[in-house]
């Protein structure tokens, strides 16, 4: 596992957790170590999203839009554009990441 895969691991089970400020640190230092990792982008937009910052939610998409750096690039893109859509996003969107990090 990567440096970045365990600061997006860790951002994960704080989000779950229910510490969504600790998670976005979390997040924010697995981009310090890989700027272009999409699954990173997209999570920070959840947490951020979940937090009420609705627009660095949005950019933080937009940026998962644009990078195919990471395991679970293309899945992720799908995701941020989906929510980007406003489409309805899964109903527990952790839980789904979570299993796809496992699985991939």
Do not use: C
């Not at 600790?22 to 310090?32: D, I, T």
């Not at 982008?41 to 933080?60: D, K, P, S, T």
């Amino acid at each position: 596992m990567s440096e970045a895969q365990r600061y997006i691991s860790r951002g994960l089970t704080l989000y779950t957790q229910h510490r969504k400020p600790a998670s976005v640190h979390f997040f924010r230092l697995a981009l310090e170590v890989e700027p272009g990792n999409t699954l990173a982008h997209y999570l920070l937009g959840l947490a951020l999203q979940a937090m009420g910052r609705a627009e660095e939610a949005h950019a933080e998409w937009r940026n998962a839009l644009m990078r195919r750096e990471g395991e679970n690039a293309a899945w992720a893109q799908r995701m941020a554009q989906r929510l980007l859509e406003q489409e309805e996003a899964p109903a527990s969107t952790v839980d789904v990441v979570q299993s796809h990090m496992q699985t991939a």
